[in-house]
């Protein structure tokens, strides 16, 4: 019963954010719906048993790639003014009310006592543990190029968003 409840509940707010991706105009608003659908992705995730790839998609791609993807919208910026007139009068203290009941649940959560396995049982093959003794030992020369080759890409796009047109392509316009 609970599994089906959350399906519902993070199925409608994948729905809702996918939407609202495709079809609000603003594109930071837009982007906001693309972090809840991978959010209640991620929930699914954690549903199924499958943690690590849930954590990789909170830090890659709702942390990682929406950060790329906000920074590219402000480095596009937009040409219209918004309007900061607020159309819906309850939504603030709404959503301060629903942060602090968030918090609350995550207190009462984090209090009660987490049973583990027992020392003896083997790590199962897919558990963070796992990944990482893979991923530190026999890949990580795999994995710190893959990180440098990142980095330089990163450093790359940056440099050539600081250059202005040469002469040449200004002549071409």
Do not use: C, K
């Not at 203290?93 to 006592?113: D, H, K, M, Q, T």
């Amino acid at each position: 019963m609970a599994e089906l409840l959350l399906f519902i509940v993070f199925g409608s707010i994948a729905l809702i954010g996918a939407l609202t991706m495709v079809l609000h105009p603003n594109p930071v608003h837009g982007a906001l719906g693309l972090m809840a659908t991978m959010l209640s992705i991620a929930v699914f995730y954690v549903v199924n048993s499958g943690h690590f790839i849930a954590a990789v998609q909170v830090v890659v791609y709702a942390g990682a790639v929406m950060t790329l993807f906000l920074f590219v919208i402000m480095m596009i910026g937009v040409d219209r003014a918004e309007n900061l007139e607020e159309r819906l009068p309850l939504q603030r203290p709404l959503a301060i009310g629903l942060g602090i009941a968030f918090l609350v649940l995550i207190v009462l959560i984090g209090s009660n006592a987490w049973i583990t396995a027992p020392a003896s049982a083997e790590a199962a093959n897919g558990t963070v543990e796992a990944v990482a003794d893979l991923l530190f030992t026999d890949w990580l020369l795999p994995f710190e190029v893959t990180t440098l080759l990142l980095i330089i890409a990163s450093v790359g796009a940056v440099a050539l968003a600081q250059f202005e047109p040469t002469q040449r392509q200004r002549d071409e316009e």
